[in-house]
Structure formats: structure tokens, C-alpha cells
């Protein structure tokens, strides 16, 4: 049983408060806001100009085959294959709580590592997508 001074020392302090008959709302999680977190309300790539890759570098080889995806994390996009034709890009951040970079792709779903929560490579979901236009190795994105 926990002494009266680690009760104060440790619990959530809204509820040691309410103790006291004082309210207070707020959330007590104790779980911390992940380094890579990025508000629902922030996007860097809003308003941007569009991105031109040229797909024959190297590092985009991951995307040559269809399903093949990445996360292109120095622009903060998720890339997928979907047909010879379509490359779709979609923001890294995830619309639960902003993580980035905890990706995993099943072929037809991302994964958040973060809680575990799966979102469509479809332009439909919940994943914010943006246009793009693929010309010969030239993939184009607007934001
Ligand atoms: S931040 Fe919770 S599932 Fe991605």
C-alpha cells in the first residue's frame, strides 16, 4: 500500500486535485509525445511547390515493382507503387497522433507502429494524399 507522501509523489496530479475536491480537466496518460510527432494541425507540406524525383536514382529503387513502397523521409512522404502508371505519395505523418517514420506496408495498408492503427494506400483514406503525375522516370508530386 503506498504511503500518503508517494501517492502525491506519483499519481496523476488532475486526480490529486480532485482528491482535494478541486476539478481539473486533463487527460492523465502518462504516455509521452513521440520525437517524431507532428500535429494534425501542421503540415510542412502544405503550399509547397511541386516535388520533381527522378525514380531511375538509386534510392528510389524500392518503388520498380509494383507494391514496392518507402518512406522518403527527408521530404516526409510514403511512396507506393499501385501500377506501371501510378505512384501514389502520401504525407508520413499519421492522422492518429502525427508519428512518422513507424511505417509498415502489407501491399495494401500502412501500419503505424506507433498503436498499431492501418490506413488504405487508396487517396480516400484517412493518409493525406497528394497529386501526382508519373512521366516516363519523372514523378511529379503537388502538394
Ligand atoms: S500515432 Fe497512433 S497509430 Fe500512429
Not at 510527432?37 to 531511375?56: F, H, M, R, V
Not at 495498408?109 to 516516363?136: A, M, V
Request: glycine letters at 8%.
Amino acid at each position: 500500500m503506498k504511503t500518503r507522501r508517494t501517492f502525491l509523489k506519483t499519481a496523476c496530479k488532475p486526480i490529486v486535485l480532485a482528491a482535494f475536491g478541486i476539478t481539473v480537466i486533463e487527460a492523465c496518460s502518462s504516455e509521452e509525445t513521440p520525437d517524431n510527432y507532428l500535429s494534425g494541425s501542421q503540415n510542412e507540406n502544405d503550399n509547397k511547390a511541386p516535388l520533381e524525383i527522378d525514380l531511375s536514382d538509386g534510392k528510389f529503387s524500392d518503388l520498380k515493382d509494383i507494391g514496392g513502397w518507402m518512406n522518403y523521409t527527408s521530404e516526409n512522404l510514403l511512396l507506393v507503387r499501385i501500377s506501371d502508371s501510378e505512384i501514389r505519395a502520401f504525407n508520413n505523418s499519421c492522422p492518429h497522433q502525427g508519428t512518422r517514420d513507424k511505417w509498415s506496408f502489407d501491399g495494401s495498408d500502412f501500419e503505424c507502429g506507433q498503436h498499431g492503427n492501418t490506413y488504405s494506400n487508396s487517396c480516400g483514406g484517412s493518409l493525406r494524399c497528394y497529386i501526382t503525375k508519373l512521366d516516363g522516370t519523372i514523378l511529379t508530386i503537388n502538394f
